[in-house]
């Protein structure tokens, strides 16, 4: 939440309630973050963790558990100046690779259209939507407002709205056996007559693998208006973690997944849209990604 200081007390401005309720820095599997200024480049960078989704067992099997996210840069929204926003730092960029480049294609209701030219379990994925009308969204139940969480659950990606559920569908069989999605889902709030955007990040229909597998899914809200209609969405893939960044950083989403059989080269990436109204896909920028020279003495 903002703050003010007017004399040496935090006076919270109330816009946002605290704990589990208001704004976080990622409502996914995040936690232990810490932040440090970089004064070369003026800007302050958040480090995190990604806890694992997967046994104790598998952990040993592993040799290791726990990773660090990838770190993201912190800033006030210009927009609104309400919240803090968080980008993945610039440098990652230069793992870039493979690139494909998807223009103005419409999706309409129970299409997929597949990502291809690149490689979908390491991947950096940048696509802006444009949902055009707004008229059939659904109204918003504010008994949610404070529940992004439940809302999700029982409005998955395969659940028909409005406008929407629409996103990517990463990690997948072309059966879609095994597949986690992250998607938008546009409600109308009637008390404010505004749009209320859903953002979930959801493993349920990720791993086959079900031995005491924990696969949540994982919401949060987009404070933005919709009034060109767009909305974007960036998706760093890295195998068994899945960064999620809507609205340019405005919610955060990260989720560990272990598919079985959507790995490495049988893994695949989609864009979708499973709401009666068509959606389009305005641009989606996506790279193949590479290794760090040096990673963890060479560990994968």
Not at 52 to 77: F, M, N, Y
Not at 103 to 118: A, C, P, S
Not at 206 to 217: E, F, N, S, T
Request: proline content about 6%; hydrophobic content about 35%; some cysteine.
């Amino acid at each position: 939440m903002l703050n003010q200081y007017p004399t040496d007390r935090y006076v919270p401005n109330g816009e946002s309630p605290d704990g589990w309720d208001g704004l976080r820095f990622d409502y996914g599997n995040f936690y232990a973050s810490k932040t440090f200024f970089d004064y070369k480049k003026n800007r302050r960078i958040l480090w995190g963790w990604a806890n694992e989704s997967d046994t104790v067992e598998d952990d040993i099997s592993k040799g290791w558990a726990g990773l660090q996210v990838i770190p993201r840069t912190v800033l006030l929204d210009s927009a609104n100046k309400k919240q803090l926003v968080f980008w993945p730092i610039e440098e990652i960029e230069s793992l870039r690779s493979s690139y494909v480049r998807m223009n103005n294609k419409d999706i309409e209701m129970g299409q997929r259209l597949e990502v291809k030219g690149i490689t979908p379990a390491q991947a950096d994925v940048e696509v802006t939507f444009n949902v055009r009308r707004l008229e059939k969204a659904e109204p918003f139940d504010p008994s949610y407002t404070y529940k992004p969480l439940d809302l999700c659950r029982v409005k998955g990606s395969n659940v028909t709205g409005g406008v929407g559920p629409f996103g990517l569908i990463t990690l997948a069989t072309p059966d879609l056996e095994e597949y986690t999605p992250v998607f938008f889902r546009v409600f109308k709030d009637t008390s404010t007559n505004k749009p209320k955007v859903l953002m979930c990040s959801d493993a349920r229909p990720g791993p086959l693998k079900q031995d005491r597998m924990y696969k949540p899914p994982f919401a949060g809200f987009v404070d933005v208006d919709l009034t060109d209609g767009r909305i974007s969405l960036r998706s760093l893939i890295d195998h068994s973690v899945v960064e999620s960044f809507g609205a340019l950083g405005k919610t955060v989403i990260t989720s560990r997944v272990y598919p079985v059989k959507a790995v490495k080269e049988n893994a695949h990436l989609y864009v979708f849209n499973n709401g009666t109204q068509t959606v389009n896909v305005e641009s989606l920028d996506a790279w193949s990604m590479e290794r760090p020279l040096q990673m963890n003495n060479g560990a994968t």
